[in-house]
């Protein structure tokens, strides 16, 4: 494999589409969002929020009705009924408590099938070890889920330690196991398909929140399934790391506008800026979802 890309600005560009005159909500993508339990809602609605932000004409929400009102409240043009279009990209895991749960089951086996399926947080464990081929997957651990992963899947105790030491390695040896792309999150992200590795350096550690990874996963998502429509479709390991891009993008965005409410996207966009300097104050992660559309309008402006 050759040495890792460093991914910035014009490859994350080549990921973002606007809208066409003869798009409709389908066409620009469903997203259906296996996500959220009554103990961890916030997590649908984080992943929600990220997909609507992040492009997608249509999010669809599938889980307990519970969490489904509290996805509505603050989305309410999300879907919440079964059935209709077949998903662009299924994004499955994020705040599901158990890894049997129905939602994630389907997810795997859709992404053993090829089709594009996120999964995120305890999708990961339902990764089967002896059969672990999901190449319609974007796997997307931090380094305690990625070090669990592939001791698993590769035959050797790897500690968080070992993961910290060697990102590129092991997510890798993952992406090779598994045939999926494997996003290793952290202020630097790698990501690694069976062929392909490629790191995106975040320009804030504000990022360093709870739920900022939920809002990844619903990004993730919607960049694929918006590219899922166009001629060609960018490859899943592109279209990850775009996100990861993006979201690093958004979270800048979001702790420059604590000080000044007015910053503007674009300052966000190169990589030596005054936004990349450690300005900023501490964001939330539904302030990273909410900034991802200033951050994508700045791109298709340039
Ligand atoms: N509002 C909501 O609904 C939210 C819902 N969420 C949902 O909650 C679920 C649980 O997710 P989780 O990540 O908190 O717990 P889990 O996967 O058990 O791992 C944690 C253990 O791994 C280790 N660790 C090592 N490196 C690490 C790293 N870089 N980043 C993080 N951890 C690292 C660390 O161990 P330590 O290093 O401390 O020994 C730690 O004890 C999941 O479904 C998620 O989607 C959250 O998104 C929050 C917002
Ligand atoms: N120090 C850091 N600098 C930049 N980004 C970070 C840093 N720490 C974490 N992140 C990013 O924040 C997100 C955290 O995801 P995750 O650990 O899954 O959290 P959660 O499960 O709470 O959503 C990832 O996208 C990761 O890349």
């Known amino acids: 494999m050759s040495p890792a890309t460093s991914f910035g600005l014009s490859e994350a560009a080549a990921c973002v589409f606007a809208p066409r005159p003869d798009d409709h909500k389908y066409r620009r993508g469903l997203v259906e969002l296996r996500t959220g339990s009554l103990a961890y809602p916030g997590a649908a609605v984080l992943g929600a929020e990220a997909a609507a932000r992040g492009g997608a004409g249509f999010v669809r929400y599938a889980g307990p009705h519970a969490v489904a009102s509290r996805v509505l409240d603050r989305r309410p043009e999300t879907v919440c009924a079964s059935g209709g279009h077949d998903a662009d990209v299924v994004v499955a895991g994020s705040g599901?408590?158990?890894?049997?749960?129905?939602?994630?089951?389907?997810?795997?086996?859709?992404?053993?099938?090829?089709?594009?399926?996120?999964?995120?947080?305890?999708?990961?464990?339902?990764?089967?070890?002896?059969?672990?081929?999901?190449?319609?997957?974007?796997?997307?651990?931090?380094?305690?889920?990625l070090a669990q992963l592939a001791t698993r899947l590769v035959g050797r105790r790897i500690r968080v330690r070992d993961v910290e030491g060697?990102?590129?390695?092991?997510?890798?040896?993952?992406?090779?196991?598994?045939?999926?792309?494997?996003?290793?999150?952290?202020?630097?992200?790698?990501?690694?398909?069976?062929?392909?590795?490629?790191?995106?350096?975040?320009?804030?550690?504000?990022?360093?929140?709870?739920?900022t990874g939920d809002?990844?996963?619903?990004?993730?998502?919607?960049?694929?399934?918006?590219?899922?429509?166009?001629?060609?479709?960018?490859?899943?390991?592109?279209?990850?790391?775009?996100?990861?891009?993006?979201?690093?993008?958004?979270?800048?965005?979001?702790?420059a506008r604590v000080l000044d409410p007015a910053a503007p996207a674009d300052d966000v966009l190169d990589d030596v800026s005054r936004a990349h300097r450690p300005v900023g104050g501490p964001v939330t992660a539904l302030d990273v979802a909410d900034a991802l559309s200033g951050v994508i309008a700045a791109v298709l402006a340039r």
Do not use: C, F
Not at 187 to 198: E, G, M, N, Q, W
């Open 96 to 145: 599901v408590e158990d890894p049997g749960d129905p939602r994630l089951v389907d997810a795997v086996r859709r992404a053993r099938g090829g089709s594009a399926t996120v999964l995120d947080a305890t999708a990961l464990q339902a990764v089967p070890t002896e059969d672990p081929a999901v190449p319609g997957a974007v796997l997307t651990p931090h380094a305690g889920e």
């Open 215 to 255: 809002v990844l996963a619903g990004l993730v998502g919607a960049l694929g399934a918006t590219a899922a429509h166009r001629d060609p479709v960018p490859p899943l390991a592109e279209l990850a790391a775009a996100a990861a891009w993006l979201h690093g993008r958004a979270g800048a965005l979001a702790a």
């Open 166 to 211: 060697d990102p590129e390695g092991i997510a890798a040896e993952v992406a090779r196991a598994t045939g999926a792309v494997v996003v290793a999150k952290g202020h630097r992200t790698i990501v690694a398909s069976p062929d392909t590795l490629a790191v995106v350096v975040a320009p804030t550690s504000w990022l360093a929140v709870a739920g």
